[in-house]
């Protein structure tokens, strides 16, 4: 599969093609001002270890982090999900540190039946804020091997999550609140929803916490 990612920054539209070449905005936080409104991460950090004592997370994410940074270490994290999932290959990790992330991130192609790509948020819970502007919180197409734990995703317009043609996509230990409210993808026959789940296979939706999404979310694919 071809890989390509994109991150979203979508307040207005009709097609998520024609409105998703926004990468440079997230790439660089200081010329813009959304990054900066963002919260800081907790002083005290619990990293998950493994056996062996080393962090369990080839990549991190934070809301101090930079997309210039190599995101190995707390140090030098990325910024935005977009640019981790460019760079994590299958049977890598992304820490994503606590605070609150004002962006939008989509993938296409990514992953391996092989090993796992995970996105997993680090206690207390990290949250994808779309400020009532950006269309969606993370959205996969033909995406195989991904696991997305414990994160929360609110206030996006359409959907705070979407699954398109993929495989093998775990959605466990998510919050997802107050999101398709004012679906701008309306090509698409968005009517807004919290998950959204279309033409996919082997997809796993557990533990999570999903409310207040709609306003009329249809009786099928996507859940409220």
């Given amino acids: 599969m071809s890989r390509k990612l994109f991150a979203l920054l979508l307040p207005f539209g009709f097609s998520l093609m024609g409105l998703i070449a926004c990468q440079a905005i997230f790439d660089q936080p200081e010329k813009t001002g959304l990054l900066e409104e963002t919260s800081t991460p907790q002083a005290i950090i619990q990293i998950p270890l493994t056996e062996g004592g080393n962090s369990q997370f080839t990549y991190y994410l934070s809301p101090l982090g930079s997309d210039q940074n190599d995101g190995t270490t707390l140090a030098t994290a990325f910024a935005t999900l977009g640019h981790a999932l ?132 249809r009786p099928f694919g996507g859940l409220g």
């Fill in 86 to 217: 460019q760079v994590a290959q299958p049977g890598e990790s992304i820490g994503v540190l606590p605070g609150t992330y004002v962006q939008g991130a989509a993938a296409e192609g990514i992953g391996s039946a092989t090993a796992p790509i995970l996105i997993q948020g680090v206690e207390p819970t990290p949250v994808f804020d779309g400020r009532r502007t950006i269309t969606i919180g993370l959205w996969c197409t033909q995406c195989v091997n991904l696991v997305v734990d414990n994160l929360a995703f609110t206030n996006y317009t359409d959907a705070g999550i979407g699954v398109l043609s993929s495989t093998q996509i775990t959605m466990q230990n998510l919050v997802v609140y107050e999101n398709g409210f004012a679906a701008q993808l309306v090509g698409w026959g968005f009517e807004g929803y919290g998950i959204d789940v279309d033409s996919s296979t082997g997809i796993d939706i557990l533990n999570n916490h999903v409310y207040h999404n709609g306003p009329n979310p």
